[in-house]
């Protein structure tokens, strides 16, 4: 049994991925530190008392993912051990001499605060993974797979498994993933098919780690400058989320589906299924 700690948040789409994974043979989810909903980008905008475009994406957002998630999370035991602490506490003192003691084989992060403790990344070094939904190194920050709906750039909706270092998505990467386009597919729906992929992924990644070698990077990333598709919560504004909408609208997904041109390489690790 592979001995692993997850870290993450508590919303629904959270709480599906601890519990699928516990529930997989061959792992032992000794602990998962989940973390509160303070500072989300619902949060953000809730606390802006806006009725705006923002909010109507953000409350489709949770009704995608209850529709995907909960039947899951209703029916499944958890057996995750667990342990909900507030956003940003996962560098504390307390809870890293916790997850040292515990002495893990592997930790996966998803949705949680950027790891600073210098003792987590020292003493996990090649043994801690971080899901980026996005594909870096091209799009990189907050909101990674909504970015490309607003800049009309369905390539680079995906998600990358990387080793966690000192840097924002800055990581060695292990393996990325694509996500999956219908016709009559949501900004939601693709984000949440992609989140049931991403975490089927993970756990063939898991269960193969041992084997795991980090393939070659890009030879070439084209002469897009990535430089500009770095985003903050802060960006998330209304003027975006218009022209996202505005580009579903002109079926910016069925142009993409009927001229799938992979243009920029991603890493596929040979040893993975997708």
């Avoid at 003691?101 to 930790?107: G, K, M, N, W």
């Avoid at 605060?113 to 996005?134: A, D, M, P, T, Y």
């Avoid at 924002?168 to 992609?194: M, P, W, Y």
């Amino acid at each position: 049994m592979k001995k692993i700690i997850l870290i993450t948040g508590s919303e629904l789409r959270h709480k599906y991925f601890r519990k699928f994974i516990s529930i997989q043979n061959g792992i032992n989810v000794i602990a998962s530190f989940c973390e509160s909903k303070k500072g989300s980008i619902e949060q953000i905008v809730k606390d802006q008392d806006f009725n705006d475009l923002r909010t109507e994406h953000l409350s489709n957002r949770l009704s995608s993912e209850m529709e995907f998630f909960s039947e899951f999370c209703d029916v499944t035991l958890d057996e995750s051990n667990p342990f909900f602490i507030e956003k940003g506490e996962i560098n504390n003192h307390e809870i890293v001499d916790k997850i040292v003691a515990l002495d893990p084989e592997v930790i996966i992060s998803y949705g949680c605060s950027i790891i600073r403790s210098s003792i987590l990344l020292e003493r996990f070094h090649k043994k801690f993974i971080n899901i980026h939904l996005g594909l870096s190194p091209y799009y990189r920050g907050s909101g990674t797979n909504f970015w490309p709906f607003v800049n009309n750039e369905l390539q680079f909706v995906g998600t990358t498994f990387m080793f966690i270092d000192k840097g924002i998505d800055t990581g060695e990467i292990i393996h990325q993933i694509r996500a999956d386009f219908d016709n009559d597919d949501s900004i939601h729906s693709v984000g949440n098919k992609l989140l049931l992929k991403t975490f089927k992924v993970c756990y063939e990644i898991i269960v193969n780690f041992s084997s795991i070698k980090t393939p070659s990077i890009y030879s070439n990333i084209g002469n897009l400058n990535f430089s500009n598709r770095y985003y903050k919560k802060s960006d998330f504004s209304e003027i975006a989320v218009t022209k996202a909408y505005q580009n579903i609208e002109k079926a910016v997904i069925k142009n993409y589906i009927d001229n799938t041109k992979v243009l920029y390489p991603i890493v596929e690790n040979p040893i993975i299924k997708n």
